[in-house]
T-cell receptor
Framework: DAKTTQPTSMDCAEGRAANLPCNHS???????VYWYRQIHSQGPQYIIH???NNETNEMASLIITEDRKSSTLILPHATLRDTAVYYC???????????FGQGTELSVKP | GAVVSQHPSWVICKSGTSVKIECRSL??????MFWYRQFPKQSLMLMAT?????????EQGVEKDKFLINHASLTLSTLTVTSAHPEDSSFYIC????????????FGPGTRLLVL
């Protein structure tokens, strides 16, 4: 599975959009981009995933560049409860394993 | 979203004893489940992949005789930490892949193990 690179930490003001970048320059054509987050002492929570088109759900939007080498997770109106470690993972859609990197620690501040 | 439960949520045991952790998919069938371990301030580390009705596949460096995995039904996988030692103290998290939607994988809340 392709490796991903994320910033170690980011801050965001409450109510503003949080934009979390992820680089995955070695992604293969059949690999999806997944985003999970982990709030302290809990199991990871699925956020969103995509292959090449931008995706949006009730939690977030996922923007994937045309060359698929990077993506951005957007939390449109961050709240204090969005403070967590966010993991960007690439894997084959069916059958692949989710291998976690170090993620981005997002701190949403009042 | 889909729900995955774990039991117990936390356990304290004496060194040398065995501990069993259950992972259940509550509203979907999971042919494949995964077990992860997470030490403080570290990321999740995949330990093994559990397939219903067959032997688990362990990641490199994980002792299969120490971490016994059983996946006897489409909604239940168990991890038994045998002869636990203090260094096995960790946060154990299971994950289940929805058989009907192979690209989707959900995580349990985790089990915190403390070995004294």
């Amino acid at each position: 599975d392709a490796k991903t690179t994320q910033p170690t930490s980011m801050d965001c003001a409450e109510g503003r959009a949080a934009n979390l970048p992820c680089n995955h320059s070695t992604i293969s054509g059949n690999e999806y981009v997944y985003w999970y987050r982990q709030i302290h002492s809990q199991g990871p929570q699925y956020i969103i995933h995509g292959l090449k088109n931008n995706e949006t759900n009730e939690m977030a939007s996922l923007i994937i560049t045309e060359d698929r080498k990077s993506s951005t997770l957007i939390l449109p109106h961050a709240t204090l409860r969005d403070t967590a470690v966010y993991y960007c993972i690439v894997r084959v859609g069916q059958g692949g394993k989710l291998i976690f990197g170090q993620g981005t620690e997002l701190s949403v501040k009042p | 979203g889909a729900v995955v439960s774990q039991h117990p949520s936390w356990v304290i045991c004496k060194s040398g004893t065995s501990v069993k952790i259950e992972c259940r998919s509550l509203d979907f069938q999971a042919t494949t489940m995964f077990w992860y371990r997470q030490f403080p301030k570290q990321s999740l580390m995949l330990m093994a992949t559990s397939n219903e009705g067959s032997k688990a596949t362990y990641e490199q460096g994980v002792e299969k005789d120490k971490f016994l995995i059983n996946h006897a039904s489409l909604t239940l996988s168990t991890l038994t930490v045998t002869s636990a030692h203090p260094e096995d103290s960790s946060f154990y998290i299971c994950s289940a892949r929805d058989t009907g939607r192979q690209e989707t994988q959900y995580f349990g809340p985790g089990t915190r193990l403390l070995v004294l």
